[in-house]
């Protein structure tokens, strides 16, 4: 099982970035994704989720206007688009898929930096 995200780097200040992450090794289609992310010093947080079809989207209020969590099962890779992002978005965001079977996978993470 792999969950392999992408897409982070350093942007600045009401910039745009579009995260990756690519699946393997599991039935992808049948699994929830989230993000979530991290921040120095502070504890891990739920951005977004979508449902394993991808006809249900939640999110913190946060990123609420500014993110979009989309997936596409054909490629068995999950997005999430930021768009207008502030320096407090700066963190490393990961990829989850979990199942209703208690299966939970993560990915390493990707360093998103926003800063002028």
């Known amino acids: 099982v792999q969950l392999v995200e992408s897409g982070g780097g350093l942007v600045q200040p009401g910039g745009s970035l579009r995260l990756s992450c690519a699946a393997s090794?599991?039935?992808?289609?049948?699994?929830?994704m989230r993000w979530y992310r991290q921040a120095p010093g502070k504890e891990r947080e739920l951005v977004a989720t979508?449902?394993?079809?991808?006809?249900?989207?939640t999110y913190a209020d946060s990123v609420k206007g500014r993110f979009t969590i989309s997936r596409d099962n054909a490629k068995n890779t999950v997005y999430l688009q930021m768009i207008s992002l502030k320096p407090e978005d700066t963190a490393v965001y990961y990829c989850?898929?979990?199942?209703?079977?208690?299966?939970?996978?993560w990915g390493q993470g990707t360093q998103v930096t926003v800063s002028s």
């Open positions: 979508i449902s394993s079809t991808g006809g249900s989207t």
């Open positions: 090794g599991f039935t992808f289609s049948r699994y929830i």
């Open positions: 989850n898929g979990a199942s209703w079977a208690g299966d939970d996978y």
